[in-house]
């Protein structure tokens, strides 16, 4: 019998299981990134898929449907994810090596889906589709997806998984049972990360905002050094090179998603140590933090400001322009001068 990877998923696992006979055609599975959502997705998509008479609330692991899906390779099932995301093949097309992948699900690959859902089913007459981040969908893309929610062939499942839920149409929202998935309780994350040999798991959950995956994932990593040195530069303004600093930082290259990640983590922590007392995600920059906490106020509207440059990430904007902007525009928060237009 197929089991699930992660303990803290038995709890959510349980409530949504007592609820098989009852599966919408669309759920909507949310929570923060890194807790598990795709795990507890793809267990749904392999129960859902399972060929066995007595399966009850598991897969087994066992039948043609569930060794299929392990492999990868079930006629009666798709993953459509962004191609940044989907594992890396090899290409002989020279030109296609050096293409970088889409961050973004686009129309192309709605109507590839749409040309499968409404195809007759190889097995039993389920056709299962995890959407994974559904928030990836371009505007084009989520309309001709809404058009498929709102006509769902007969046996066709969708399993969206979502990030950022609110960014996704409500058209499409209102059309999937929401099912939200909660933080894992801590000490539960600390007991699984030490099992799997990270040393002093509490910080990289810390880093990680809670969330034990991430937290994996930010253990064994290969970007700690680039963190640390914008830490460093962010912790002494005085001193801060801000054209320097965004032609390292676009060097390294790495998604602008994530380093303007680190910019609202540094900043969330400041303003919450100056008016708090407490510190989320960089408990081991505490004093570094307590000198720029002591203008939390003046960060605030610079807060919504990296809140807003975190929505257009996946974007192609120019990152090292995008950098000098947000970096240029905390020395002025910092300063109390006004937001550079």
Known sequence: MSALPYPWLAEPWQELSRELDRLPHALLLTGEAGIGKRALAQHLAQLLLCE??????????????????????????????????????EESNDA????????????????????????????????????????????????????TLEEPPAGAIFILIADHWRRLLPTIRSRCRVFPLAMPNH????????????????????????????????????????????????????????LALAAELEKAKLETGILVEWLQKWVYDAISLGMSGQIRYYPDWQDALARVALRAGQLLPYQQQLNEAQKLAHHPLN???????????????????TQRG
């Not at 066995?52 to 459509?80: Q, V």
């Not at 293409?99 to 299962?128: C, M, T, W, Y």
């Not at 994932?217 to 460093?232: F, K, N, P, T």
């Open 52 to 89: 066995a008479s007595e399966k009850a609330t598991e897969p087994c692991g066992e039948c043609d449907g569930c060794r299929w899906f392990l492999a990868g390779n079930h006629p009666d099932f798709r993953l459509l994810q962004p191609a940044s995301e989907a594992d890396e093949s």
């Open 96 to 147: 296609k090596k050096t293409k970088k992948p889409s961050s973004q699900i686009s129309v192309d690959d709605v109507r590839e889906l749409a040309d499968f859902v409404n195809l007759s089913a190889h097995r039993q007459g389920r056709r299962v589709t995890i959407v994974a981040p559904a928030e990836a969908m371009n505007l084009a893309a989520a309309n001709a997806f809404l058009k």
């Open 319 to 337: 990152q090292r322009l995008v950098l000098e902007g947000l970096l240029f525009a905390y020395l002025d928060a910092l300063r109390g001068q």
């Open 187 to 242: 000490q539960a994350a600390v007991q699984w990360l030490a099992s799997q040999g990270i040393v002093n798991p509490e910080l990289h959950l810390a880093h990680s905002g809670g969330a034990p995956l991430a937290a994996l994932e930010d253990a064994g990593a290969a970007w700690h050094s680039i963190r640390q040195q914008l830490l460093e530069k962010l912790a002494e303004p005085a001193a801060l090179n801000v």
